[in-house]
């Protein structure tokens, strides 16, 4: 049971008072013994995994967890000590309490053969530590000393007797002598732990920390003796130091400074830290004053029945059950403890079962660990990021085998130093992608102290897409900058991150594009890596995990579903009527190969038209084998699948037809789709409908055909990567696929837009879309449709920083319009110019510098010198100039450089003035130049002008 939650309780001092924190803790036992339906009473040592105590709230630490008494026996000794170490006058010199009674008393309690027993213990379930300082440091700046009843690597203490520890953490100035403790000639003198740490709760959590690493947490009860008041403290010896005065003051508020301290800590998180202190009645009731041990149980007993703190021990209650389950009978939550203890308090016995049946609300589950308590500010859990693109799947079914190996390999506490990586593999469509979700939704459920991210790895656009929205969510400085290199910016994030997080990288099967081909970088290369951190990959290539390096038991492969579950899913929305012939559905389901997504798509088609399993299983043998040949060879592995007849294919060949005869714009939709990139399609990119209404019914069409999936809160969706390629081949077998995508040119050319600031965020979406489209134009019509869109995208790319890509872009969007419109025309000479500057940004000199000087020569026979475009070609041509005056072989470029920024720049003046913005570019431009030549004092008169 090492991975079960704990429970932590800390208990102040406070003298005679501390017969609150027994009452408290009574109250607490008594709830749990009506619970279980047991006579005897329970234990707080079977309930605490570690009780922390400072002087009376030690004295009662040690009688609970050490010696193991049940609260009623620990109550009733704790008053018989009260009675004989307070009822005896004090010293008349001393002015203390006589020390040895308490030690009488302590012995007395445990037995002639246990009175000297030592502190450590080699078994005990419950660990017990109370507090001390030593007499020289009675403000305990090195922090109080801990006598524990356990062994620990770092800082142990002296093993002294149970009764020493008792008498240490009870050695108040003013009431008792301080004790020595420890080896003839090395002995430390030690007085109550209550100077500076009255409230052991930060110990408690501190030492929770180091002994109980990355364990949950299921409550931690802090129990106090009374509010602060100004503690009447009896006279002390006028020979008392006046740091010692200071310590007594220090003693009177420290438990209320230090429980207003945890409330900040706890502000945001519930039912994880209680407090309990009477507030009213204790506070003119002295630390000796034992006969007021009536009055302590009677406030205390007052402050219980209050509404709020009952509803408060209710919740600790349900806490301390339920971190003690260990299975369920029946209706019953089974609950194991120790047999109990023995009269004497010493024997734990061997383990019960007890049932428990909830009698309000449901049963806990706890999620911070130890670490998380220990820090300066317990984060709220509410705060955990989510960035998955997709709601919860309600139609999910079984695959329960498959998300117990992930969840012993995914959550971040898997594997504690190393960033754990993991993989779904399976062909498309056995529902790798749903499964991933499901685990996604398990892992917030149960570890929602994990961020949680996801980004699809179709293409490099899309993913640097998914990764800019996990840095929006960070809030990650400069994650929309223009040229940020947003995959370094979320790498170094997350491999940084105090957090525990998992991120899930869905579709991650292109090898080439996973670990570059040829030298490139890979996006492998991009992935974050931390041992606070998880990755989950989904992929149907098998290379895909091999070059990733994922470790055999980090593999999880899915084939079909069980046939339970496949019948299950088939008949989730149909009439028992459509499957009630038991044979056909059999071998329907033996024909869609038991995979999820044939089964989903074949139910949709059947629930919408009333179909019977046996009419679809004839339409499903009636299909074409060629087009099964081709789809086996299109998308799968020609090796391993090349024998195989894929039923997809046929599934998807009946509801092609349909569709395109049903539903034209549907049919439309779906055509375009299968050009576009597979993730995040927007609607807006789709051609619009006769009405808004004739749209939503297509795209609900193939909704329900459940070939796209919507993106949760997004008008936008997804299509799957199979039936992409399953429509793309149908189109090219009906002949279709030739106007299609010169259709899908010219729409997209009507709805991408020209890039700039104002419209970034549309056409950063659009952008993998025109990029898949675009790989399709041979079979464009429209040469004015497609050299716009491939100037547009050119544009977008280049602003984005990726100039291989738009330097593809760019190059064929001018040889269609030289053709198209001649070299002299100005949309030719803009697209030459930018051409220009995009190879100037690679460093390809010379060709730019051509470029542009045949770009100035046509602008100035086309418009004139002075023209303001002549005047851009002149000013980037004087630049690339200036970019090469740095290289011993292109001496003299600096000084044609300056000939042409003055030139430029007194034309932009004549033209456009002084003042304007294009005007001071050309200045600022100048000045550049004549700083590289070392002309500093014009360089800076020319900054100075600006």
């Not at 308090?345 to 806990?364: A, F, N, V």
Request: with cysteine; glycine share 6%; proline share 4%.
């Amino acid at each position: 049971m090492d991975d079960r939650p704990l429970c932590l309780l800390a208990l102040d001092g406070g003298g005679i008072r501390g017969l609150s924190e027994l009452v408290v803790l009574e109250e607490i036992m008594n709830r749990i013994k009506y619970d279980l339906d047991v006579d005897g009473d329970l234990l707080p040592a079977d309930f605490f995994d570690l009780i922390g105590g400072t002087s009376t709230g030690g004295l009662v630490a040690l009688l609970l967890g050490r010696l193991r008494r049940s609260v009623p026996q620990a109550r009733r000794e704790y008053v018989r000590i009260a009675e004989e170490v307070f009822s005896l006058p004090r010293y008349l010199q001393k002015n203390t309490f006589d020390g040895r009674k308490l030690e009488e008393a302590v012995k007395r309690l445990l037995g002639n053969d246990r009175s000297e027993e030592k502190m450590l213990e080699r078994d005990g379930s419950c660990k017990v530590f109370v507090c001390a300082v030593p007499q020289q440091d009675v403000k305990a700046r090195a922090g109080p000393r801990l006598f524990r009843t356990y062994r620990v690597r770092e800082n142990a203490s002296f093993n002294c007797t149970i009764w020493e520890a008792c008498r240490a953490t009870s050695a108040a100035p003013s009431y008792f002598e301080p004790i020595k403790i420890g080896d003839d000639g090395e002995q430390e003198t030690f007085v109550d732990g209550g100077l500076g740490y009255n409230n052991p709760v930060e110990q408690v959590l501190e030492e929770a920390r180091r002994i109980f690493p990355g364990r949950k947490v299921a409550c931690v009860v802090s129990v106090g003796t009374g509010v602060a008041s100004a503690i009447a403290f009896p006279d002390s010896p006028k020979t008392s130091p006046v740091k010692l005065i200071d310590a007594l003051k220090k003693m009177a508020t420290e438990s209320d400074t230090t429980a207003e301290k945890m409330h900040g800590r706890f502000q945001n998180v519930k039912d994880v830290y209680f407090r309990f202190s009477v507030d009213r009645g204790l506070q003119a009731i002295g630390l000796e004053e034992w006969k007021e041990l009536s009055n302590v149980r009677t406030f205390t007993t007052e402050y219980l029945n209050q509404r709020v703190i009952s509803e408060q021990v209710n919740e600790v209650v349900k806490a301390l059950l339920a971190s003690k389950i260990v299975g369920q009978e029946g209706s019953n939550i089974l609950i194991q403890l120790s047999a109990g203890s023995s009269d004497a308090g010493c024997s734990q016995g061997l383990p019960r079962t007890l049932g428990w049946r909830p009698k309000e609300g449901s049963i806990p589950s706890f999620h911070y660990t130890t670490e998380q308590l220990a820090s300066h500010i317990v984060v709220p859990l509410s705060r955990r990021h989510w960035v998955v693109p997709f709601d919860r799947n309600e139609d999910f079914i079984g695959r329960k085998s498959a998300l117990s190996q992930l969840l012993k390999r995914i959550p971040p506490s898997a594997v504690k130093d190393a960033c754990q990586r993991a993989a779904i593999e399976g062909l498309g469509g056995v529902g790798k992608t749903q499964i991933a979700l499901a685990a996604a939704f398990l892992v917030r459920d149960e570890h929602p102290d994990c961020h949680i991210f996801w980004v699809p790895a179709v293409d490099a656009a899309t993913f640097e897409n998914g990764y800019r929205k996990i840095g929006q969510q960070l809030q990650i400085p400069g994650i929309d900058d223009d040229k940020a290199d947003v995959r370094t910016l979320v790498k170094t994030a997350l491999s940084q991150s105090a957090d525990n997080w998992l991120l899930i990288v869905d579709n991650a099967d292109d090898v080439e594009l996973l670990c570059g081909a040829a030298g490139a970088t890979g996006l492998r290369d991009c992935l974050p890596s931390s041992y606070r951190g998880s990755i989950l990959f989904t992929t149907r290539n098998h290379q895909v995990v091999r070059k990733l390096d994922i470790p055999r038991m980090g593999v999880v492969r899915v084939a079909g579903m069980s046939r339970l579950e496949a019948a299950e899913l088939l008949q989730k929305h149909l009439d028992p009527a459509q499957t009630s012939d038991s044979e056909s559905t059999t071998e329907l389901l033996n024909f869609l190969a038991d995979l999820p997504l044939a089964i989903k798509q074949a139910s949709a088609y059947m629930d919408r038209t009333g179909m019977t399993t046996r009419q679809y299983l004839g339409h499903c043998r009636s299909s074409e084998g060629r087009l099964i040949e081709l789809l086996s060879k299109d998308f799968e592995d020609r090796g391993r699948y090349k024998s195989t007849q894929n039923p997809i294919a046929a599934t998807w060949l009946i509801s092609f037809r349909h569709i395109s005869r049903d539903t034209q714009l549907a049919a439309q939709y779906l055509r375009f789709m299968s050009l576009l990139a597979e993730k995040e399609i927007p609607k807006s990119l789709l051609p619009p409908g006769k009405s808004e209404l004739e749209a939503d019914e297509a795209i609900g069409t193939l909704k329900a055909y459940a070939f796209i999936t919507e993106r949760a809160g997004q008008e936008s969706y997804d299509i799957h990567r199979l039936v992409r390629l399953a429509m793309r081949s149908w189109l090219s077998e009906k002949g279709e696929l030739k106007a299609c995508a010169a259709s899908l040119i010219q729409q997209l050319d009507k709805a991408f837009p020209f890039p700039e600031h104002e419209n970034r965020a549309v056409w950063v979406m659009y952008l993998p879309h025109a990029l898949t489209a675009l790989g399709f134009r041979n079979y464009s019509t429209d040469n004015a449709a497609e050299s716009s869109l491939l100037f547009n995208v050119a544009e977008s790319s280049y602003i984005l920083g990726k100039y291989e890509d738009a330097e593809e872009l760019y190059r064929p969007a001018l040889k269609l319009r030289t053709e198209m419109l001649g070299a002299e025309h100005p949309a030719t000479l803009t697209c030459m110019s930018n051409l220009a500057v995009l190879l100037n940004s690679q460093g390809k000199y010379k060709e730019a510098e051509a470029m542009h000087r045949q770009a100035l020569k046509l602008w100035t026979a086309v418009l004139g010198a002075e023209h303001p475009s002549t005047l851009t070609s002149m000013s980037n041509l004087a630049l690339v100039l200036d970019s090469q005056g740095k290289y011993k072989e292109a001496e003299g470029k600096y000084e044609e450089a300056e000939a042409m920024h003055r030139q430029a720049l007194k034309l932009w003046t004549e033209v456009l003035g002084a003042e304007h913005p294009d005007t001071l570019t050309s200045m600022n431009n100048l000045a550049l130049v004549l700083y590289s030549q070392g002309k500093y004092e014009e360089a800076e008169a020319m900054h100075r002008r600006r």
